[in-house]
């Protein structure tokens, strides 16, 4: 420690008092100071103004400037004594002690380096320092060295505490030597290196496996920005398009609006102006009637009775109007045009009631949360669902057995339901459905139907079958093939014949698919529209009373 103390003392001693560093081009000024050449003539280059220059350390000033002259012995003293500290430096500053996750040195003392190699054969790690020697010393050169990227007793069998440098294939484990002749004894074993070469091959494998589903989530990555960019584009068109057609109906009512009132300004100006005509007639002949009753009742007081009898025939000649009324005739008000106005609002209110479902659900298809749509059977099962049977929907001559999910041909019929199908021989489910759902169904009869509705479908009438009307949608098999019926429109389906279908319901994105049951699943029709209500699963049926084993099941898959 006392040796150490003096070299730092020693070499203190060769600092430059300017930049506190050891000299570099000592050289000494005329006082006996040393300092570098560099920093000297910064300083002075300072006071050239002044023309006199002192020293640093013991202010004595010289005048004019002094010559400086390399100090040969300095430097040589300098030189040497870098060279001593170099030889003995500690290890370099750059190897890094071992962290918390680092595997750290089995050779330092106290604060331990963080390990960068691994010697298999001495069972050891090492950090640069203390790996030299594998380098240097001949029978150290042919030990086998690895990453120190985990420790090396994770690679070691605890039971024998040996490396594991054989593979058990029946176990699909590492184990040791001597594992290998005991407890797996007689298992398909092979050693690291042909392991690590089947491994490496499973490896690029996966490498290729990783780069492709990159590259397939760079191409969605583009068009998801590319979708966002149409969507984006798409809403603001929206936007306009809605702020018009809004607009307009705005104007068309202000306008109407404006009509009915001056329709209304000018009849009542007509009308008053008819009112007033009649007055001043009435008037008129109210003066003419007094004027007359004047007349009367002065030739009633005469006593002559031939003027009477002769004047009293040219009064009696009437000269009235006919008779008006206000309320002779029918009532007739303003009030009346108010409950027009009225009736135009309701059915206005009545027609955006109806209307809006249908706009809110086609807003809300626009979903990009929404997961990819499922491809493999094992995919749709993930959104299978329970389902049951509504024993009040079925049709009088089926019977709901197996827990509610199966339907067969029954001779009893069932009591009357407000909710039940009277007219054909099918039944809905008691879940109504308004997410992602899988189910499928299966049976036995001439046509069986797989099929969804809204629960306001009509029970009773001739359109009440699935299909038949805008409130279902039903997928028929046959023995000659499948056909899809919507709003009583049929359409022909081709594909592999099965009495088997499954339905795939997502209900947000308004995708109804019906599938042939397989792997991979092989899709019959696809439905793409908006849905307003939730949507119910129906199973139904066509067969004669002499069928046998005729049937149809929601198949249990929960």
């Known amino acids: 420690m006392a040796g150490k ?94 962290g918390p996750e680092d595997v750290a040195c089995d050779f330092c003392c106290g604060k331990r380096n963080k390990a960068t190699t691994s010697c298999l054969t001495c069972l050891a790690s090492y950090c640069p320092a203390h790996l030299e ?8 050169k042919k030990h086998q060295l690895v990453s120190a990227t985990v420790p090396l007793q994770e690679k070691m069998c605890t039971k024998h505490n ?47 496996k990783v780069q492709e589903r990159a590259q397939q989530r760079e191409k969605e990555l583009k068009e998801l920005k590319q979708a966002e960019e149409n969507l984006k584009s798409c809403a603001q068109t929206a936007l306009k398009d809605c702020d018009k057609i809004f607009a307009e109906l705005i104007s068309s009512m202000q306008r109407r609006h404006k009509e009915v009132k001056q329709l209304i300004r000018d009849q009542e100006k007509t009308a008053v102006t008819q009112a007033e005509e009649l007055q001043l007639q009435l008037e008129r002949e109210i003066i003419k009637l007094r004027r007359r009753g004047t007349e009367l009742e002065q030739l009633s007081r005469t006593d002559d009775h031939i ?24 009532p007739r008000s303003f009030r009346d045009v108010t409950d027009c106005v009225s009736e135009l609002r309701d059915k206005l209110e009545t027609a955006l009631r109806d209307t809006w ?14 997961p990819p749509a ?22 009088p001559y089926l019977k709901v057995i197996c827990n509610n999910r199966r339907v067969r041909p029954s001779p009893s019929p069932y009591a009357a339901e407000p909710d039940r199908f009277t007219k054909f021989p099918q039944v809905l489910c008691r879940e109504g459905l308004s997410e992602r759902c899988y189910w499928e169904v299966e049976g036995y009869a001439r046509t069986l139907s797989a099929a969804v509705a809204y629960k306001d479908i009509d029970r009773t009438s001739d359109g009440s079958q699935f299909g038949n009307n805008d409130k279902s949608w039903s997928l028929e098999c046959t023995a000659n093939g499948y056909s899809f019926h919507h709003n009583n429109v049929e359409t022909a389906v ?39 209500q939730p949507l119910y699963p129906g199973l139904g049926l066509k067969y004669e009373w002499y069928d046998v084993g005729v049937f149809a099941e929601l198949v249990k898959l929960w």
């Open 162 to 208: 040996k490396l594991m440098e054989v593979y058990c294939q029946t176990d699909k484990q590492l184990v040791c030597s001597l594992c290998n002749l005991d407890e797996h004894k007689g298992h398909t074993t092979t050693s690291i290196s042909v392991q690590k070469a089947e491994t490496q091959k499973h490896l690029v494998l996966s490498q290729k």
């Open 374 to 395: 499922p491809k493999s059977r094992e995919e749709f099962l993930r959104y299978c669902c329970p389902l049951t049977l509504d024993v009040t929907s079925n049709y």
């Open 133 to 140: 020697p594998h380098y240097s010393v001949p029978v150290l």
């Open 494 to 532: 081709s594909g592999p014949h099965s009495y088997t279908i499954g339905v795939y319901l997502d209900y947000k994105a308004g995708t109804l698919c019906f599938y042939h049951v397989s792997d991979p699943m092989v899709l019959l029709h696809k439905v793409q529209t908006t849905f307003t």
């Open 357 to 370: 479902p249908r706009i809110s659900a086609t807003v809300s298809y626009v979903d990009f949360s929404l």
């Open 307 to 330: 003027h009477l009898i002769q004047i009293f025939q040219s009064l009696s000649t009437s000269c009235d109007s006919p008779d008006f009324s206000p309320g002779a005739g029918p």
């Open 5 to 98: 103390q003096q070299h730092q003392l020693e070499e203190q001693q060769f600092y430059c008092s300017v930049c506190l560093d050891l000299l570099k081009e000592p050289v000494t000024i005329p006082c006996g100071h040393s300092y570098c050449r560099g920093c000297i003539e910064v300083c002075w280059d300072q006071r050239e103004e002044k023309g006199t220059y002192s020293c640093p350390q013991c202010r004595e000033t010289f005048s004019p400037r002094p010559v400086l002259r390399r100090n040969n012995m300095l430097a040589e003293v300098v030189e040497m004594l870098k060279r001593t500290s170099t030889q003995q430096a500690a290890p370099p500053a750059a190897v890094a002690c071992a």
